[in-house]
């Protein structure tokens, strides 16, 4: 088994009822909230894991995870 370790961007965004909601920042797809940002960050982790839990690493379906990988130096 193959294991790809992600690091990517994400877009943090407090609400007024005091909540956080997290989602990666270059593409739409999974996202988390929660009050407690260190629990919305954990839940995003869930929800990204969940994603790719049965995803095989092949060629065709690399573009997929070349997205998640693009972090651009600021």
């Not at 797809?29 to 929660?34: I, L």
């Not at 049965?54 to 600021?74: A, C, G, I, S």
């Given at each position: 088994m193959s294991h790809v370790s992600l690091k990517f961007p994400i877009l943090i965004e407090p609400q007024s009822q005091k909540r956080y909601v997290l989602r990666?920042?270059?593409?739409?797809?999974?996202?988390?909230?929660?009050?407690?940002?260190?629990?919305?960050v954990e839940q995003l982790r869930k929800e990204v894991r969940r994603e790719f839990k049965?995803?095989?690493?092949?060629?065709?379906?690399?573009?997929?995870?070349?997205?998640?990988?693009?972090?651009?130096?600021?």
């Open positions: 990666p920042l270059l593409f739409a797809g999974v996202s988390a909230a929660d009050k407690r940002h260190a629990k919305a049965n995803l095989r690493v092949k060629r065709e379906n690399l573009d997929h995870l070349l997205w998640y990988t693009f972090n651009p130096q600021y």
